[in-house]
């Protein structure tokens, strides 16, 4: 059963730490996505790779970083460097031939300790 | 600068009876859109796309009908069900550029 693994649910962060969410996909898609949702908002793009070892800044990066070694898995780092972490964080992978939907996993929300 | 709009953000409509959610969108170059629906809690489904070449796209109890003249696009889901109480979502993206631009969501609300 294809679909996007998010973990975990739900996450919280200590001043000054670091914190990784993870993300997995087996739908074999090339391209993954890394979103923020704030409260009445709609989503705002983290980050973006479209193939393997490579990856572009979203509209809001800093503050955040990421991997992209296997094609499987999109790992997001939210650093001390952010100072207003707490969100709903949304992956999402699509297809990249032609216009395909994103699909999304369940999100994992972040708070602050 | 918002390029995608959603200017209701809730909506309430009696269980049976059609609902009609709305999106409009600034930059021209806009030319494939999409639909989701978002529970609390819970990552967005995609519910239904329109590609710029086409003004309907329809599925089931859902169509999308797009105004590319008056830069509109809207949801319409007949007959409206319990089950469709949820934050939709527009999209859109252009040319082969993957990133999506979103509007803010309306929540829509079925009484029953």
């Known amino acids: 059963d294809g679909g996007i693994t998010q973990s975990p649910k739900y996450l919280f962060r200590k001043e000054g730490q670091n914190v990784t969410l993870s993300c997995e996909q087996n739908?074999?898609?090339?391209?993954m996505y890394w979103y923020r949702q704030d409260p009445g908002q709609g989503l705002r793009l983290i980050y973006y790779?479209?193939?393997?070892?490579?990856?572009q800044k979203g509209d809001i990066a800093e503050g955040y970083s990421v991997s992209r070694e296997k094609k499987e898995s999109f790992p997001l780092t939210v650093t001390s460097a952010q100072k207003n972490p707490t969100a709903f964080y949304l992956c999402a992978s699509s297809n990249t031939r032609g216009n395909q939907p994103q699909h999304f996993g369940d999100g994992t929300r972040l708070s602050i300790l | 600068d918002q390029q995608v709009k959603q200017n209701s953000p809730s909506l309430s409509v009696q269980e049976g009876r059609i609902s009609i959610l709305n999106c409009d969108y600034t930059?021209?170059?806009?030319?494939?859109f999409l639909w989701y629906k978002k529970y609390p809690a819970e990552g967005p489904t995609f519910l239904i796309s329109?590609?710029?070449i086409k003004d309907k796209n329809e599925d089931g109890r859902f169509t999308v009908f797009l105004n590319k003249s008056a830069k509109h696009l809207s949801l319409h889901i007949v007959p409206s069900q319990p089950g469709d109480s949820a934050v939709y979502f527009c999209a859109a993206s252009s040319g082969s550029n993957y990133q999506l631009i979103w509007g803010a969501g309306t929540k829509l609300i079925i009484k029953p």
């Open positions: 930059n021209s170059m806009f030319d494939y």
């Open positions: 790779s479209q193939i393997v070892n490579d990856f």
């Open positions: 739908l074999n898609h090339d391209a």
């Open positions: 329109i590609s710029s």
